[in-house]
């Protein structure tokens, strides 16, 4: 069965550092992976789309890259900015089934 | 478009009542979703559909689970008899086709006491 673990469970930073968040999963077998943004009480926000055969997606302050052989995906976030506080999600789509890790959740210090 | 609508924001309910959650997706879209979130086990896609048609539900955790999607503006989660582990926030989301961007209601936060 498919894991998807989210590694640092939180983080804390000051305003204009650039950061990396981490995904991995145990299957390679995966479609496609997906980076969300969730903010207190709300749904969530799709950030990043990338498909099996792609390595990487940017926008705007946002690259996420996949490595789909060693099971791991990561979201790196430039210049952060206070707005950017939330919590991270990834998840994965094998094709039939979607898995989520349980989130990174992001203060970011002004 | 107001996004999408979800009913209640919150629920209180006792052990082994009926419970109904709504959900009112955004006119266009063609897939829509039921999550649940909870601490323990973070987000959880239970059942999604395309086009009125379920076409997976292996997240609904048990049989008191059952979702309806009787035309394309409206949706429904039930639970019955609910269960104080069935505590936690439900969420809808919509999309057009399966990887667009998606859309999440605001959530019901579900209590059953």
């Known amino acids: 069965k498919q894991e998807v673990t989210q590694i640092p469970a939180a983080l804390s930073v000051p305003e204009g550092e650039n950061l990396v968040l981490n995904c991995s999963f145990t299957?390679?077998?995966?479609?496609?992976l997906q980076w969300f943004r969730q903010d207190p009480g709300k749904g969530l926000t799709s950030l990043l789309l990338?498909?099996?055969?792609?390595r990487e997606q940017t926008s705007g302050r946002l690259n996420a890259s996949l490595d789909k052989s060693s099971g791991r995906s990561t979201l790196y976030i430039a210049a952060s900015q206070p707005g950017d506080s939330a919590t991270y999600l990834c998840?994965?789509?094998?094709?039939?089934?979607?898995?989520f890790g349980t989130g990174t959740s992001l203060t970011v210090i002004p | 478009d107001a996004g999408v609508i979800q009913s209640p924001r919150h629920e209180v309910t006792e052990m082994g009542q009926e419970v109904t959650l709504r959900c009112k997706p955004i006119?266009?879209?063609?897939?829509l979703f039921w999550y649940r979130q909870t601490m323990m086990r973070g987000l959880e896609l239970l059942i999604y559909?395309?086009?009125?048609?379920?076409?997976?539900d292996s997240g609904m955790p048990e049989d008191r689970f059952s979702a309806k999607m009787p035309n394309a503006s409206f949706s429904t989660l039930k639970i019955q008899p609910s269960e104080p582990r069935d505590s936690a926030v439900y969420f809808c989301?919509?999309?057009?086709?399966?990887?667009?961007?998606?859309?999440f209601g605001s959530g019901t936060r579900l209590t059953v006491v």
């Open positions: 989301a919509s999309s057009l086709g399966l990887f667009g961007g998606y859309t």
């Open positions: 299957d390679s077998a995966i479609y496609n």
């Open positions: 990338i498909q099996s055969s792609q």
């Open positions: 998840a994965v789509y094998t094709g039939n089934q979607f898995y």
């Open positions: 006119s266009g879209h063609d897939y």
């Open positions: 559909f395309n086009n009125n048609v379920p076409i997976d």
